[in-house]
């Protein structure tokens, strides 16, 4: 599982020309699931995301507290995406191989799982949202920091 969090001031997916998501701070996820990945592994990228201390203890002072507080801490929200491209291997010719990125049969049901994770982690105050599976979607983020962390469970 591959997982790009960008923290946000603000963030929206659009799908058929229609806002179908959006949040306000917090962070909005590209996820990827490999054809490798369990459900041992949406649990705990779910958990550490969750968990990450990438936000200010108090925004008037950035330089002194950066890295203090988790989502959780600060009432954060989190829109999600499911992204295969992000398994692509480009090393031989010009087109994107994604033979690493999960079926979509299978994926999608791992996908809302993790889902499920998230929400659980964040609790009944949490809000996590997500686009539209399989859909071609555009997406529109302010990123606060600039503030990208890619997590991958191979590395975990």
Request: charge should be neutral; charged fraction near 25%; hydrophobic fraction near 35%.
């Amino acid at each position: 599982m591959r997982v790009v969090i960008q923290k946000v001031s603000q963030a929206s997916v659009t799908a058929n020309n229609q806002i179908i998501s959006k949040i306000n701070k917090g962070y909005f996820l590209l996820v990827g699931i490999s054809t490798t990945d369990t459900e041992d592994e949406m649990q705990r990228l779910a958990k550490k995301i969750c968990g990450l201390r990438l936000f200010e203890q108090d925004e008037n002072d950035i330089h002194n507290n950066l890295w203090k507080k988790n989502i959780k801490d600060v009432n954060g929200e989190i829109l999600s995406v499911s992204q295969f491209t992000l398994y692509a291997k480009t090393k031989k010719g010009t087109k994107p191989d994604f033979h690493r990125s999960q079926k979509s049969a299978i994926a999608n049901p791992l996908y809302e799982s993790f889902l499920g994770h998230l929400r659980k982690e964040l609790g009944s105050e949490g809000k996590v949202l997500d686009g539209e599976f399989g859909a071609m979607m555009s997406c529109a983020l302010t990123n606060e920091g600039p503030c990208t962390i890619i997590l991958d469970s191979e590395e975990q």
